[in-house]
């Protein structure tokens, strides 16, 4: 299932958090896990009053220092990885956090990129922090954010695995992925889809769209279950649910079944179809108490 797996790091307690789910993760596949810092940019230097360029000497030049920095977490990460026999590949660069992510992601391609939903607070929460949104809406690798105050609760192989659907191009991407993941681990598959009842407010034509999307996400949910069945999964459970918000009504049923994990799509359907899922996915980085995998859209799409 998984051959290399990215972790960027900060050498946060949010990182350091989710560190021992990655490494179990790798461990398990027997994949190489790929531990990434990026270090701000390297600065202009200007030229000086009294020749020579401003801030010469690593002394003086705090990039230098958080470059060094960054070597030392990803030494300090590798390190704990090699308990577990895991091959690791160790990588400093220099760059936008997020361009720097995506980019190393495609061109070492990666089945996976793990980062904590946040990292260090004040200026260099920027390496992690709003740096997993981006990443979250630009990867063409899929992305799995973890919580790190729920990542000392986590095990892995997973248990339950959740596809929430709309029957979009995006969705199906992610049921692919979450059944695959499903097969590989022998875990249950769980097909879903939660239809908006708040969407319509006083439409008249309320109830006959609230059927006729019923309808559809019962037939996005039967072409989960397919393309689970077809990957090999043996347990499966199909779900279409209405709520007054369908982030509302995901977060329900991973109370309700005990979900390990989410795997669902970027984004759902345009226009009148949004309804399904839109949005969905960033709030569920945000606020679900377990992983969430995000997966994009192909581009050939």
Do not use: W
């Given at each position: 299932?998984?051959?290399?797996?990215?972790?960027?790091?900060?050498?946060?307690?949010?990182?350091?958090?989710?560190?021992?789910?990655?490494?179990?993760?790798?461990?398990?596949?027997?994949?190489t896990?790929?531990?990434?810092?990026?270090?701000?940019?390297?600065?202009?230097?200007?030229?000086?009053?009294?020749?020579?360029?401003?801030?010469?000497g690593?002394?003086?030049?705090?990039?230098?220092?958080?470059?060094?920095?960054?070597?030392?977490?990803?030494?300090?990460?590798?390190?704990?990885?090699?308990?577990?026999?895991?091959?690791?590949?160790?990588?400093?660069?220099?760059?936008?956090?997020?361009?720097?992510?995506?980019?190393?992601?495609?061109?070492?391609?990666?089945?996976?990129v793990?980062?904590?939903t946040?990292?260090r607070?004040?200026?260099?929460?920027?390496?992690?922090?709003?740096?997993?949104?981006?990443?979250?809406?630009?990867?063409?690798?899929?992305?799995?954010?973890?919580?790190?105050?729920?990542?000392?609760?986590?095990?892995?192989?997973?248990?339950?695995?959740?596809?929430?659907?709309?029957?979009?191009?995006?969705?199906?991407?992610?049921?692919?992925?979450?059944?695959?993941?499903?097969?590989?681990t022998?875990?249950?598959?769980?097909?879903?889809?939660?239809?908006?009842?708040?969407?319509?407010?006083?439409?008249?034509?309320?109830?006959?769209?609230?059927?006729?999307?019923?309808?559809?996400?019962?037939?996005?949910?039967?072409?989960?279950?397919?393309?689970?069945?077809?990957?090999?999964?043996?347990?499966?459970?199909?779900?279409?649910?209405?709520d007054?918000?369908?982030?509302?009504?995901?977060?329900?049923?991973?109370?309700?079944?005990?979900?390990?994990?989410?795997?669902?799509?970027?984004?759902?359907?345009?226009?009148?179809?949004?309804?399904?899922?839109?949005?969905?996915?960033?709030?569920?980085?945000?606020?679900s108490?377990?992983?969430?995998v995000?997966?994009?859209?192909?581009?050939?799409?």
């Open positions: 299932m998984f051959d290399q797996l990215l972790f960027p790091t900060d050498g946060s307690d949010g990182a350091d958090a989710v560190l021992d789910h990655v490494v179990d993760m790798a461990a398990a596949h027997d994949a896990l790929h531990l990434l810092h990026v270090a701000p940019p390297e600065p202009e230097r200007r030229p000086s009053l009294t020749g020579g360029s401003e801030g010469d690593a002394g003086d030049d705090p990039s230098e220092r958080r470059r060094s920095d960054g070597e030392r977490f990803v030494s300090d990460a590798a390190a704990r990885a090699s308990q577990s026999d895991v091959t690791v590949v160790t990588s400093v660069e220099r760059g936008e956090p997020y361009q720097v992510i995506t980019e190393y992601a495609a061109e070492r391609d990666a089945d996976l793990v980062m904590p946040h990292g607070t004040g200026l260099s929460r920027l390496l992690l922090g709003s740096t997993t949104e981006r990443v979250v809406r630009r990867s063409d690798v899929p992305v799995l954010t973890v919580r790190p105050d729920a990542a000392t609760d986590l095990a892995y192989p997973y248990a339950d695995v959740l596809t929430p659907t709309d029957g979009s191009a995006c969705a199906t991407a992610a049921v692919t992925f979450g059944s695959e993941l499903a097969a590989a022998d875990a249950a598959l769980h097909a879903v889809s939660v239809v908006n009842v708040a969407a319509f407010g006083a439409d008249i034509r309320g109830p006959l769209l609230l059927d006729e999307l019923e309808e559809r996400a019962s037939d996005a949910v039967d072409a989960a279950s397919d393309t689970a069945a077809a990957a090999g999964v043996e347990t499966i459970r199909k779900s279409v649910g209405r007054v918000s369908i982030h509302d009504g995901i977060l329900a049923y991973i109370d309700e079944y005990d979900v390990d994990i989410v795997v669902m799509g970027t984004h759902g359907h345009t226009g009148f179809d949004r309804y399904m899922l839109g949005s969905v996915a960033e709030k569920l980085v945000r606020s108490p377990v992983p969430v995000t997966v994009r859209q192909p581009r050939e799409e």
